[in-house]
């Protein structure tokens, strides 16, 4: 079974200064991990994905995710947040078999940047 | 940029209606998917759909569950019997079949209140 856990309810952050969400996960084999954010009354927005290669990926608007195969985390940061940053983040894990998709969610983080 | 679309925004039934909830994925993706928020809950993987049948789905997705392809375009998925428990946002997601990598992509949901 594959599972995510997002340890923080809320992360407070002012504007401009750096931010991380922390994600961690449990999967069988290899990874595929994905953040995404969610806008109020919006659907889901994908950020970024790590498949493989580089441990350090780059996403949209600013957003960067390490990952780190020795902690089992794919924490999300940005080195200078904003206020329009604030959303509800989640990470998501599947399996890199080929016949299963499915992702698995974490619970969500609250992003509140304040001004 | 292409968009996931899924309509009604809103949906309110009774206990025991059939409700259809309709989606159109973006136009080159084959993989097509459903997951589901209870308020408050993580988001949960319902279905996946592939080459005309269902090539994953979870143990949420049981026999009032259904969905269909209707035509090149759609993608719907029915709850024959609905429950109280059934309120909650339903998403609809699609996918390239590019390698086993692609990104699911999300549309804004479907609130579908059961009373």
């Known amino acids: 079974a594959q599972s995510v856990a997002q340890p923080e309810d809320q992360v407070n952050v002012a504007e401009g200064n750096p931010l991380t969400v922390k994600c961690t996960y449990s999967?069988?084999?290899?990874?595929?991990l994905f953040w995404y954010v969610q806008y109020p009354n919006r659907g889901l927005q994908f950020l970024l994905k790590?498949?493989?290669?580089?441990?350090l990926v780059k996403g949209s608007y600013g957003f960067e995710a390490e990952f780190n195969k020795s902690q089992t985390s794919f924490h999300l940061k940005k080195p200078s947040a904003l206020v329009s940053d604030s959303a509800l983040y989640f990470c998501?894990?599947?399996?890199?078999?080929?016949?299963?998709?499915?992702?698995?969610f974490g619970s969500g983080t609250r992003l509140q940047v304040q001004p | 940029e292409p968009e996931v679309t899924q309509t009604p925004s809103h949906q309110v039934t009774q206990m025991g209606q059939e409700v259809i909830l309709r989606c159109v994925p973006i136009?080159?993706?084959?993989?097509f998917y459903w997951y589901r928020q209870i308020l408050g809950q993580k988001v949960e993987f319902l279905v996946s759909?592939?080459?005309?049948?269902?090539?994953?789905k979870s143990e949420i997705f049981d026999d009032q569950f259904s969905v269909e392809r209707p035509d090149g375009s759609n993608f719907t998925l029915k709850i024959r019997s609905t429950k109280l428990e059934d309120s909650a946002m339903y998403f609809c997601?699609?996918?390239?079949?590019?390698?086993?990598?692609?990104?699911?992509?999300f549309g804004p949901g479907t609130r579908l209140l059961v009373l």
């Open positions: 997601a699609s996918s390239d079949t590019s390698g086993t990598q692609e990104t699911q992509y």
């Open positions: 999967v069988s084999g290899n990874p595929y």
């Open positions: 790590y498949i493989t290669g580089d441990n």
């Open positions: 998501a894990v599947r399996t890199a078999h080929t016949g299963r998709r499915a992702l698995t």
């Open positions: 136009s080159n993706h084959l993989y």
């Open positions: 759909f592939y080459n005309n049948e269902i090539s994953e």
